[in-house]
């Protein structure tokens, strides 16, 4: 039985990187977060499907996350990583996408925005880091994650409002793909103690944020344990053109928990007029 988060292969930036590619039409480039075990399907299995009905949808797993090459010498940084998506797009002739990011994939929308504006059309933010805010609970827990699957459990939990939809199989599927080979190891370089500067280091100035020409769309759940409200608040009001909108009852995931509201945000909103 083939393994649905492994894709399709480029070299971005000289890493092998590990994406998924479906449907046609223009492009939409999906960022996933940063909890252990993440890939880009395992962030945006539900989204994938509804979207790829209109556009092409890309997900890659990001440079130290899922199934990319990992390189013993590399440094984990912002410059890194929008290195490595700025490689994607180019390795796959994409001068131009729509996106979507999640929490930490968020702060790399944020980034490539800020840095390469012409790479970007509107975008979507979800339970975005990319301001700065205080280090929570939750977060430093996630960061901090070693390897059981117990605490995989409490990490899950802690990404979801109502827990109904959490089963065994996925607590076991994301713990499995938490200990394979090299991944645990690379996952801890990655946001070591003390983590209130990497927030800090992923944020985007807010003088950049203020200049954002693009579109776009914030969503966050209100009652989100691992990126507060707050940071949602905090870019809305520094992106002069964006719109916010925050569920009630719902979590970290709001791609999951709130599956058919948000595809019908997210398709109302790239489908808008204006640039």
């Known amino acids: 039985m083939s393994n649905p988060e492994i894709g399709r292969t480029v070299v971005a930036n000289g890493l092998k990187t590990n994406y998924l590619d479906e449907g046609d039409g223009a ?4 960022l996933h977060g940063s909890g252990p075990g993440v890939t880009g399907y395992a962030n945006w299995r539900l989204v994938i499907p509804p979207l790829s009905e209109e556009y092409r949808v890309l997900a890659p797993d ?49 980034a490539l925005a800020a840095r390469y504006p012409q790479r970007v059309e509107r975008f979507v933010l979800m339970g975005s880091v990319g301001a700065e805010f205080k280090l929570t609970p939750g977060l430093d827990a996630v960061w901090g994650y070693e390897p059981s699957e117990e605490n995989m459990r409490r990490v899950v939990y802690s990404f979801a409002y109502h827990n109904d939809f959490i089963t065994d199989d996925l607590i076991r599927s994301r713990y499995q793909a938490s200990i394979r080979p ?40 209100r009652d989100d344990n691992i990126i507060p409200l707050a940071c949602s ?11 916010l909108h925050v569920f009630g009852e719902c979590g970290h995931w709001t791609q999951i928990e709130k599956t058919d509201q948000f595809i019908t945000l997210v398709r109302n909103f790239f489908a808008g007029e204006g640039a």
């Open 182 to 221: 090299g991944y645990q190891e690379s996952y801890a370089s990655l946001f070591p103690a003390p983590r209130q500067r990497h927030i800090n280091a992923l944020a985007t100035p807010e003088k950049a944020l203020r200049e954002l020409p693009h579109r776009a769309l914030i969503i966050h759940g």
């Open 27 to 30: 492009p939409v480039v999906l």
């Open 233 to 243: 608040l905090k870019l809305h009001k520094l992106i002069a053109r964006s719109d």
């Open 62 to 110: 990001i440079a130290g996350f899922g199934y990319t090459e990992r390189k013993p010498d590399a440094v984990y940084n912002l410059d890194f990583w929008i290195a490595h998506l700025i490689g994607f797009m180019d390795a796959l002739g994409i001068k131009k996408a729509r996106f979507i990011g999640n929490s930490f994939g968020g702060a790399l929308t944020l």
